[in-house]
């Protein structure tokens, strides 16, 4: 007979009590431990479509009544020279506009201001360092916001010379601001961040600036990229590519403290390349994704296309969505995992560490 199965069969009463109440309090720290890992989900909000009627969510009040308690203003480059354009300085210079953001703020909403994007000139080959500095710290002190993105893409992405302004100006802010919040979102394969954005990472990380997330683009990878394969599958695929390059960049972090620097930001339904189609099934996949892994951040393109329509028009619609707020409200299930774990994953697909 095994030697598992004899020691079983001389246990008294009061072992198998006690060993009972040793694994359920296994459970409830795993548990605990899951939930203090809660993912954040933060869509995009487009900062030019404030107060628009093309959007249902054309204000942060909108949001906010929806339940939507995070998301990502985008974005600040250049205006002209060293002042801010490109959507963000509505936040600064529109009276409506900066009250809906402090009302919302003030109402316990999370706000990440990204900087950088797919156009524009970026502040960082627009200003010194010390008047980019400047300029963000307005915002800041304005704003009471302490979350700061920058999404670094395209031909911006291999230019040094920014990356070393930028640097600086992080290091000088991180200084001001101590619990000052750092993303970066860029680019990726399927199998992970493209060289050029490893070695940005990597000049960041020596440049001594602290980095919380590195948020993945997984969208537009293209007929190659796809393969075939479920938009959900591939964002799960370039996770974990992600995943093992930071496990490089920080050695002396445990696996669930590099999963909750990761963020993943799909775009819904349709994406530009038309042959791509994010649905409600791979942000579902997505979501259970991030709750078993304790990823950090859940971000979508963007919330304004989170309505029902099939209009062929997508800056304002998925053309998926049967309903209004449809990706959030799948999304916003990693935000608490401490409950009924079942509810959101199936039986026999819950964390190994919770079973």
């Known amino acids: 007979m095994p030697l598992r199965h004899r020691m079983g ?9 006690g060993l009972k109440t040793r694994l359920l309090a296994g459970v409830a720290l795993a548990v605990a431990a899951l939930a203090a890992r809660a993912t954040e989900v933060a869509p995009y909000f487009y900062s030019w479509g404030f107060f628009s009627n093309s959007y249902v969510a054309n204000s942060l009040a909108n949001a906010k009544n929806a339940g939507v308690g995070a998301v990502t203003l985008a974005f600040g480059v250049s205006g002209g020279g060293c002042t801010l354009g490109g959507g963000l300085e509505e936040i600064m210079n529109d009276s409506a506009t900066k009250a809906d953001v402090q009302n919302y ?3 316990g909403g999370r706000v990440i201001l990204s900087f950088g994007g797919a156009d524009g000139q970026y502040l960082e080959s627009a200003c010194s360092a010390t008047a980019m500095v400047n300029l963000i710290k307005n915002v800041i002190d304005t704003q009471k916001i302490y979350n700061l993105d920058f999404d670094v893409e395209g031909s911006q992405l291999d230019q ?3 990356t070393a302004t930028r640097n600086t100006v992080l290091k000088q802010l991180q200084a001001a601001y ?12 399927p199998d992970g961040l493209p060289t050029d954005a490893v070695a940005l990472l990597k000049s960041t990380q020596a440049a001594g600036v602290t980095i919380n997330i590195v948020n993945i683009i ?13 938009e959900g599958t591939v964002a799960i695929a370039s996770a974990n590519g992600t995943f093992n390059q930071l496990k490089s960049l920080y050695p002396n972090l445990s696996a669930a403290q590099i999963w909750g620097m990761i963020g993943i930001t799909p775009m819904i339904g349709y994406n530009h390349d038309g042959a791509e189609i994010f649905t409600p099934s791979d942000a579902t996949a997505v979501t259970r994704f991030a709750i078993h892994n304790g990823v950090g951040l859940l971000s979508y393109w963007g919330l304004q296309r989170d309505e029902a329509g ?3 028009d997508l800056d304002r619609f998925s053309r998926v969505n049967t309903s209004n707020y449809q990706f959030y409200n799948i999304m916003k299930a990693a935000t608490a995992p401490a409950t009924a774990l079942n509810s959101i994953l199936p039986a026999g697909t819950a964390p190994a560490s919770v079973k």
């Open 9 to 17: 069969r001389h246990r008294t009463g009061q072992q198998r009590a």
């Open 105 to 107: 703020v003030a109402a």
């Open 160 to 162: 040094t010379r920014l």
């Open 178 to 189: 101590p619990n000052l919040y750092v993303s970066f979102t860029l680019p990726a394969h």
């Open 218 to 230: 997984a969208m537009d990878y293209g007929v190659d990229g796809t393969q075939g394969r479920a």
């Open 310 to 312: 099939t209009v062929n």
